[in-house]
């Protein structure tokens, strides 16, 4: 008698026990799957955070070797075709298009170059409006350049190029590393 009783208590306990880790590996699972969403969802925030702070963008841009641009006329798109240095990608070569990947504050600056006798009045513009910033080159009897730099708030998505400000049917810009367009992100805002 006293081993049955021993054998149902030992039972009793052993079943309490399995019961009991059974319990315990439930709760562990749901601890282990709780700190796998916490983790993640803490990777997601970090990545989020890391990229407001690794966006790189600058851009360097001439015109392409032995090419020059003529018969200008108002509004036209000076379109630097030969990338120099293009970090982010956000400069397009094909039609001198730079867009802001992010909202921030951008620096630009450009040089135009003409022949003797010749001139060009440029403006950098903004989603199509002009007068950000412009220069004006020419009219002497040497190569003369003009250049601008400008500060811009600008918002993910905006479009900045440099177009011709006045008709300029007779000038003629000399061509490639004498005129360049570059720009970078400066800093984005939150």
């Known amino acids: 008698m006293f081993y049955f009783c021993f054998c149902e ?22 601890t282990l799957k709780n700190n796998y969403r916490v983790l993640t969802n803490f ?45 982010g990608n956000a400069y397009d070569t094909a039609t001198g298009v730079f867009t802001a990947p992010v909202y921030g504050a951008y620096v630009f600056y450009f040089n135009i170059n003409t022949l003797p006798h ?17 220069a004006y080159a020419g009219a002497l009897d040497v190569d003369v350049s003009g250049s601008s730099m400008v500060i811009l708030n600008l918002h993910e998505g905006d479009r900045v190029w440099l177009r011709s400000s006045s008709d300029s049917a007779a000038s003629k810009v000399v061509a490639y590393q004498l005129n360049s367009f570059s720009g970078f992100l400066l800093y984005k805002y939150y």
Request: hydrophobic letters at 40%.
């Open 9 to 30: 208590v030992t039972s009793t306990v052993i079943n309490n026990l399995s019961m009991q880790v059974g319990d315990l590996e439930v709760r562990m699972n749901e």
């Open 43 to 87: 990777n997601a925030k970090q990545n989020h955070i890391e990229s407001k702070f690794t966006t790189e963008v600058a851009f360097t841009a001439d015109l392409i070797f032995n090419t020059s641009i003529s018969d200008i006329k108002k509004h036209d798109k000076i379109v630097f075709g030969h990338k120099i240095f293009n970090d």
């Open 118 to 134: 010749k001139s060009l009045q440029v403006e950098l513009t903004v989603n199509g409006n002009g007068h950000s910033a412009m």
